[in-house]
């Protein structure tokens, strides 16, 4: 038999009820956050870009943390909906059980009543048979009163009609001893068949009371049937509001990330252009990208390798594993390996300015990052055919390659004699 633990499931039930509030909240939260979107777009055009990129981009983890909380809370209705189901289809299941034993109980009254009837019957057949021994037992007295007066009065000379007398009395006597039994045998199977009849009745009394107790539960069971029926249905509701709501909120996580993306796209052109206005300004201003001495310098010989070769920047030896810096702001277009030149970093400033830098190793950049003057890029590596430690510096304007020195502040680097002459 199903019992109800009625507390904890009439408090789970009023929880599945507040769903709804929850979907209703989250949808009215989503339409501020939307507002919000395409307000500050406005209200920050003043900003600095790179305070608006941060704005939004602590906008998105809001979203995204409140998309994960829905999706939290969706998992957790459906959970619920699998709970209900499961508990519906229990309590429909008990509910036929609960009408399959009262037909069963039904069938039980049924045989209990024709059973009463049959005793009944019995009793009346007892009763009958018992009136008729105790009328012949009766008759059979009367005769024995009268054999018995007639004795006194017989004659001694009638000696034949006394033994028939007595032979007649005893035979009398025999039938009245017999009648006496049926008697005793009849009332003891009346007591029986009343005390079968008094067992039934109580049967039939504990089967009522057992069928009435299975009907309100039964009752109880339809009445908890149909709450839960009520809550599933407003439960897959809320469902259906969980869903709108995270379809609404991924359009704006899509384009707030999208907003993110074209404010980071002219946050770089913006570093660019404020990096260099006119390359031509920074001439003679530049500052080394590592202290130390020219040991080849830019031209078309270079006299590490005793032959002519062009040099299209310069090689600075430098002490014991130097830090390498940038030499004015702007964007790693690359970081990595190239051939000949181990680690190589190339820094995009601007109106057709880029920098190179070879022979490094541990870079600190990484490919599209916006660097500051004297940001760090890597570290020198040793040159064995410099014998020591050194770094390649190259300059470029509009796709070629120019004297690093030109650029570089005067007497920034000291040179070596026999670093080799442009030409």
Known sequence: MHHLPRAPRRRRALAVLGWAALGLAALLLAAPV???????????????????????????????????????????????????SQEIESLSNDIRASRRRVRDMQRERDALAATLEQQDAELQTLDADIAANRARMTQRLARLYRF?????????????????????????????????????????????????????????????????????????????????????????????????????????????????????????????????????????????????????????????????????????????????????????????PFRGYQELVVLDHGKGLFTVYGHLTELRVQRDARVAAGARLGTATYQPIDGGYSVYFELRLNGKPDDPLNWLQPGALASDPQAGLAQ
């Open 148 to 336: 018995s007066k007639a004795r006194e009065h017989a004659s001694l000379f009638a000696l034949a009609r006394y033994k028939t007398f007595f032979k007649d009395s005893a035979y009398l006597s025999l039938l009245k001893r017999r009648d006496e039994a049926a008697v005793a045998e009849h009332v003891r199977l009346k007591a029986e068949v009343q005390e079968k009849r008094r067992a039934v009745q109580d049967n039939l009394a504990e089967l009522a009371r057992l069928r009435q107790s299975l009907l309100d539960e039964m009752d109880t069971l339809r009445e908890r049937e149909t709450a839960l029926k009520a809550s599933l249905q407003e439960l897959r509701g809320n469902q259906g509001i969980y869903n709108a709501y995270l379809a609404d909120l991924q359009g704006v996580l899509e384009r707030m990330e999208t907003a993110i993306a074209g404010l980071e796209q002219r946050s770089r052109e913006a570093a660019l252009g404020e990096a260099v206005e006119d390359p031509e300004t920074l001439r003679g201003k530049l500052p080394p990208p590592v202290a130390g001495q020219v040991v080849a310098k830019f031209g078309r010989r270079d006299p590490r390798y005793s032959l002519e070769k062009f040099q299209r920047g310069m090689v600075i030896r430098t002490g014991e594993e130097a830090a390498v810096t940038a030499v004015a702001p702007g964007r790693v277009v690359h970081a990595g």
């Open 34 to 84: 939307a507002a919000q979107d395409e307000q500050s777009v406005g209200q920050s055009v003043e900003q600095p870009i790179d305070q608006r990129i941060l704005d939004k981009k602590n906008q998105l983890k809001q979203l995204q943390y409140e998309r994960e909380q829905i999706r939290l809370r969706l998992s957790k209705a459906q959970d619920d909906e699998q709970a209900l």
